[in-house]
């Protein structure tokens, strides 16, 4: 019985803990693409602007949290919670450090992937349930280009499974003691990263919401809270890709020998799944979006052929025993 | 009677909302939400399949079936349209003729359920032990492996098939320069 209370205490500090981390992360990406960009960013609210998100989300919680009359309206209120609530649920899956972790679930990376592809339903169903044409377009938008790059994904990361045998991602990381899966996987880690960011739907991959063409796409028709619970899923989903890739590709909170000593693992951990949203945040600063066929038949025509051939390359590999985990 | 442990209990329930979901799609007007709960019901399922000791299978349900085809699905009816009271497209049902080879079938089907539930053998074998990712695919490409070679010939029939609809015919398509 005491061992339940302590799981569903760390569930919710997890939960406590992830919230406003993808909060504060609109303010460092805010703040970061000030500086590259050469401008100052938002820095008026709190010491260099750090309460920038306090600010904002009072405003969202303040505002009319408004549905539209023409829209479907259960399926409506539903959409941002499904997003939300599947972002939430794949980081059940995630080891963090030796010890916190909610699940050890032995398909823990399937089930990584399926709230991935279920998390589409957000998306497609707003598009829908809005009821106008810019929305219905980003939704559609949106279901072509995750269908699509969660191929390439499930198969980004089969090398992984290939080399370390198995589907649980606490075992993944510890297979990784000897040397990172990066060494091996760099294919495989590029087509993740990029379906990663198409599965997010984030720039230079954000053509369901694209401002230019679609005003914004899928969310066009939200407000108020309806419209946070997108962001917050948005800025969950990146954190996910970027603690999937550490966990997949580099070691988790594992790090070579004289490193290792100097931090606990969390933190080591939690460094390197910041670099990961970093990295993210740079990318949205410095690429062009891509036509919407242009993204598709990218996917289609390079991705999928480039993952098959990982796998191949990868199983061939270790069939000859060149290469282990 | 014997008491039902939690876990006996969490698939009971998962198979009532299995059944409460799949009635609601037959039942129910509109076919986006009718949709939504044939997804709800094929997530039940794999909740099922997991209790059972099938986790594999369980991962692979929810990401085929419900995170790959019903989007499919929703993208389709998204596209024409669908939505609102799909009944009054409906063909209407006046005879009582129509119904006796359906119910004939599934009655057959529901006194095989029964017995196979009921059989010792099956519950013995559903409560042994956990089937992994690795005893499934030792099995596809095992003994099952003409099954699976048969499945994806059927796939590479409809692969054919579908660029043979998408293949640009027209004047106006090559003018396109995207390639989609």
């Known amino acids: 019985m005491i061992e339940i209370l302590f799981k569903l205490l760390e569930i919710l500090l997890i939960i406590a803990l992830l919230i406003p981390i993808a909060a504060m992360l609109v303010w460092v990406e805010r703040r970061m693409i000030g500086i590259w960009q050469n401008r100052l960013g938002p820095n008026r609210v709190g010491p260099l602007g750090i309460l920038q998100s306090v600010a904002d989300l009072l405003k969202i919680l303040g505002k009319e949290d408004w549905v539209p009359p023409f829209s479907e309206r259960t399926v409506f209120v539903l959409a941002p919670v499904i997003g939300a609530v599947c972002v939430l649920m794949s980081f059940a899956v995630m080891p963090f450090s030796p010890t916190i972790g909610v699940s050890d679930l032995n398909i823990g990376l399937l089930f990584f992937l399926a709230m991935a592809s279920l998390a589409v339903y957000s998306v497609v169903l707003a598009g829908w349930a809005s009821n106008s044409k810019y929305a219905l377009l980003g939704g559609m938008r949106a279901a072509a280009q995750t269908v699509s790059y969660e191929v390439f994904m499930g198969l980004s990361v089969m090398g992984v499974v290939l080399l370390t045998g198995s589907f649980n991602l606490r075992e993944i990381v510890l297979a990784q003691q000897e040397g990172w899966l990066i060494e091996t996987q760099f294919v495989g880690f590029i087509i993740f990263l990029i379906a990663g960011i198409a599965e997010s739907h984030r720039l230079p991959f954000d053509l369901p919401e694209a401002e230019t063409e679609l005003t914004a796409g899928f969310h066009t028709e939200y407000s108020g809270l309806k419209f946070a619970l997108f962001f917050l899923g948005e800025y969950l989903g990146v954190t996910l890709i970027s603690a999937m890739s550490v966990v997949l590709f580099f070691g988790g909170w594992l790090m070579p020998e004289p490193l290792a000593s100097w931090l606990p693992p969390l933190v080591w951990f939690i460094l390197k799944v910041f670099f990961f949203v970093l990295f993210f945040i740079l990318l949205r600063t410095s690429l062009p979006r891509p036509r919407f066929d242009q993204l598709l038949s990218f996917g289609w025509k390079y991705m999928l052929p480039l993952a098959l051939l990982n796998l191949l390359v990868t199983a061939a590999l270790k069939l000859g025993g060149v290469i282990y985990a | ?180």
Not at chain 2, 52 to 70: D, K, N, R, S, T
Not at chain 2, 71 to 99: C, H, Q, Y
């Open chain 2, 1 to 180: 009677m014997n008491v039902l442990s939690p876990l006996q209990w969490m698939f009971y329930l998962a198979a009532l909302l299995a059944i409460v979901a799949s009635l609601k799609v037959i039942t129910g007007k509109n076919s986006v939400h009718s949709l939504l709960y044939l997804v709800v019901s094929l997530l039940a399922v794999a909740v099922c399949f997991y209790l059972m000791g099938a986790p594999f299978a369980a991962g692979l349900e929810v990401i085929v079936y419900a995170g790959a085809i019903l989007v499919l699905f929703v993208f389709a009816i998204m596209m024409f349209g669908l939505g609102k009271d799909e009944t009054l497209n409906a063909p209407k049902i006046t005879s009582f003729r129509v119904w006796i080879g359906p119910s004939v079938i599934a009655a057959l089907l529901l006194a095989q359920l029964v017995y196979v539930i009921d059989s010792p053998d099956i519950q013995d074998k559903l409560t042994s032990n956990v089937i992994n990712a690795k005893q499934v695919g030792a099995l596809l490409y095992g003994p099952y492996l003409l099954a699976v070679e048969i499945a994806s010939f059927l796939l590479l029939a409809g692969l054919i098939a579908g660029y043979h609809f998408a293949k640009p015919t027209g004047y106006h398509d090559n003018n396109n320069s995207g390639g989609w």
